[in-house]
């Protein structure tokens, strides 16, 4: 039996419980002198079912999350041989015997009778496991369906735990960020234990490569992620130039002026673009856009070159280019802002439009001077989440604005992202200590403080600009 069999027959359990819970409860309403129940039927097989699953897929959960590692740790006591072994010598032997435990080998190594163990510690923890989570939840169930009574405030147990669930949520929410923070965090602390972060901060030159010889060309291993900063921001904001006010003026077209009929035409075409995958945008960006570009940088330098104007004339062109990026990077996050802004533009209580028209304000005061400042937190939401999808897009800019760390100014000229730059320094087989692939961490964190810095500054103009109403 497998870990999803075993929870799928607990989810059927649940489901019995739930109407013997229920079927007791009317039992006491119909043929026990009509005794009047505190709460609907329901909430008894709720109370049930609740006490019947959530202890025993707790223990399931978090006994399923340790017993790998708690194997590991008495396979290890078992054999001397792998107690002698450094940090990063028993962590490539856990992995060779984790894996040579699912292959089954017959070898006679050290690493393959570790195996056998490991397997034999992992059956056995299995085993227990769901002899615990069926005894906890066998228990469970009685408990519950002895204490059914007529009296029994079924409704706000059934409350009380749901709010413990959500709450238990919640905590698990907060813990993975923390974990990501800290992991991310400890990897950069290394990382930049080895690289001056003022290097890191403030460099203009990138090329992550580490030579092996002294004699070795292109390894420098210069590590300045200016131009990647630049990079990521450069393009985010032609995307934004583009998104931000089409996704806006199409919302504001939709809720306020469009009839029903339009809207429900429009909106859903519109939103199709949501769904389109990345690569597909890649791909209009590497092959149509980016040439189009091009073409147009072209005609760009032929007219400084006939008008003698110097900054056309001695203008960069690249078929891979932050405005090819940036273009498409912008049709793909207009949907974002359009759903959002639309249904921010439409909880505006209609007595607020009624009120500004009855004062004597056209349709298109009433909507830039009553309903957008009434619906700026939503819109700056809007933005806020379409500048994280810009910021966090990879596909496009690896496929249409390349690898190179490229300082520039120029929009038709080549640069890369941190995204792309994290997936480049960790493909293929890498040492995760050395500081190439330690590199892709600090980027990661740098990345992290940027989007807090613009949250932060998208708290503040939401706060000095929001509209207060009574």
């Given amino acids: 039996m497998s870990n999803l069999n075993f929870f799928i027959i607990l989810l059927i359990i649940a489901a019995i419980v739930f109407f013997i819970g229920q079927k007791k409860a009317y039992s006491y309403s119909m043929f026990n002198g009509g005794a009047k129940l505190h709460s609907l039927p329901n909430y008894y097989g709720y109370l049930t079912t609740l006490w019947t699953f959530l202890p025993a897929f ?177 393009i985010s904001f032609i995307a934004m130039i583009i998104a931000a006010p089409l996704g806006l003026i199409a919302a504001i077209f939709l809720s306020e002026y469009a009839t029903s009929q339009v809207r429900a035409i429009i909106k859903p075409i519109l939103e199709i673009l949501a769904g389109i995958p990345t690569v597909v945008y890649g791909f209009f960006a590497a092959l149509t856009v980016g040439p189009l570009v091009r073409d147009f940088g072209y005609y760009l330098r032929e007219i400084g070159i006939n008008l003698d104007i110097e900054i056309l004339a001695n203008l960069t062109v690249s078929t891979e280019s932050v405005l090819a990026v940036g273009l498409v990077m912008g049709m793909m996050i207009v949907p974002f802002i359009l759903s959002l802004s639309d249904d921010v533009i439409l909880s505006v209580p209609n007595a607020m439009r009624d009120g500004s028209i009855a004062l004597g304000a056209t349709k298109s005061e009433t909507v830039w001077r009553v309903i957008v400042p009434a619906a700026l937190p939503g819109i700056v939401g809007g933005f806020l989440l379409a500048i994280s999808r810009a910021i966090g897009e990879t596909m496009i800019v690896l496929m249409a604005a390349g690898v190179a760390a490229n300082l520039t100014a120029n929009p038709m000229n080549v640069v890369t992202t941190i995204t792309t730059q994290i997936v480049t320094l960790l493909t293929g087989d890498q040492e995760f200590d050395s500081v190439k692939t330690l590199a892709a961490f600090a980027l990661g964190l740098g990345l992290f403080v940027t989007t807090l810095i613009l949250n932060i500054i998208a708290l503040h103009v939401v706060k000095k600009y929001r509209e207060q109403y009574e």
């Fill in 58 to 234: 707790g223990v399931f959960v978090i006994w399923s999350f340790f017993e790998s590692n708690v194997s590991s740790m008495l396979t290890i006591s078992q054999f001397s041989e792998l107690q002698q072994l450094s940090v990063d010598e028993l962590s490539l032997a856990l992995n060779e015997i984790k894996i040579l435990a699912v292959t089954n080998s017959s070898s006679v190594s050290i690493n393959n009778q570790a195996a056998a163990v490991y397997s034999e510690y992992l059956n056995h923890s299995f085993n227990l496991k769901i002899l615990v989570s069926v005894l906890l939840a066998l228990l469970g169930f009685f408990y519950t369906y002895l204490r059914i009574k007529p009296t029994m405030q079924a409704r706000n147990s059934v409350e009380k735990l749901i709010v413990y669930v959500l709450f238990t949520c919640a905590l698990i929410a907060i813990f993975t960020t923390v974990g990501i923070i800290f992991s991310v965090l400890f990897e950069s602390i290394e990382f930049f234990s080895q690289v001056s972060i003022t290097e890191f901060f403030f460099g203009t030159h990138w090329s992550p490569q580490i030579a092996i010889r002294e004699d070795q060309v292109g390894g420098s291993g210069s590590f300045g992620a200016v131009p990647l900063f630049w990079g990521t921001i450069f």
